[in-house]
């Protein structure tokens, strides 16, 4: 009931969006090649967030809380704004962002009930409300036996 074409759906958070990598690497490859390269590159960036060693974030204090922002000096993040350009570079810092606020210490995939329309997590209330809203009743009824 939720899934890829519905207002409601399960997003892994700090997942990495693969479009911005299918479109460099069409504009770059040749048609038979460039959707295995986008693959190639989608995951080996997704293996670099889950990497714990890598901490792309710098601590800054605003108004008196501290609190962890992108660091836009980063190497790695210099180097694939250079190389594959700005989409892919800020779908890596969505990743790395949602990855740093749901699961920062253990550093995988967490999933979790996402209001696509509104781009926001959705709430309980809402993902009850939306699956008995779709819920459709069986059109055939059985008859008596």
Known sequence: MLGIRTAI??????????KPFQKVCKQR???????????ELCSMWQEHIRNSEWFPFKVVEEEGKTKEIINKEDEKLIGVRQELGDEVCEAIITALK???EFNPSGRYIVPELWNFKEQRKATLKEVIAYILKNLRPDKRKRLGV
């Open 9 to 18: 759906i399960v997003k892994g958070m700090g997942e990495l969006d693969d």
């Open 98 to 100: 949602e990855m740093n």
């Open 29 to 39: 490859f040749p048609t038979k090649v460039a959707a295995v390269k986008a693959a």
